[in-house]
């Protein structure tokens, strides 16, 4: 004994002119809208992630290209340098000077990570709102 489902909404519309098939027809088109709207979002950031990945490959070797030629600097700096200093004193002082450039880099970057948003700012602004109206109620 085979059991089959029993269905009250009848899956086929042979006519559309009755109430019952306009709204399976309504149900259907807005089915095929989600589904349009979710594939353009799926092309949409497939596109974007292509744009990003291109864009994080070329800052990577520009910032290669960029390391060597800071390298070739600081040791033309070093170089440089030897005319008036001995050797370690100059590569020293060259060395000196990278570190403290690396530390200010670093201190502008901790100071932008910890800086709240402008969206946390937001955030406070209304909760601060919020709890002045209930408080006044």
């Known amino acids: 004994m085979s059991a089959t489902p029993i ?3 009848p ?3 042979d006519e559309p002119d009755t109430l ?4 399976i027809e309504v149900v259907h088109a807005g089915q095929q809208l ?9 092309a949409e950031l497939t596109a974007d ?3 990003i990945g291109i864009a994080a490959a070329m800052m990577a070797s520009a910032g290669a290209v960029v390391l060597l030629g800071w390298s070739i600097l600081s040791v033309a700096l070093g170089v440089l340098l030897t005319r008036w200093l001995p050797l370690d004193a100059s590569l020293g002082i060259a060395g000196a ?4 450039l690396g530390v200010l880099a670093g201190g ?3 100071r932008q990570i910890k800086a709240p948003s402008k969206l946390d700012k937001a955030t406070v602004d209304v909760g601060a709102e919020l709890e002045s ?3 006044d109620a």
């Not at 019952?20 to 709204?23: F, K, L, P, T």
């Not at 989600?34 to 799926?42: A, F, N, T």
């Not at 000077?97 to 403290?100: D, E, K, R």
């Open 97 to 100: 000077a990278n570190l403290l």
């Open 7 to 9: 269905s009250r909404v």
């Open 20 to 23: 019952w098939g306009a709204a």
């Open 49 to 51: 992630a292509q744009k």
């Open 108 to 110: 502008l970057g901790y």
């Open 11 to 13: 899956t086929d519309v």
């Open 34 to 42: 989600l589904l349009d709207r979710v594939d353009l979002l799926q």
């Open 133 to 135: 109206e209930v408080s």
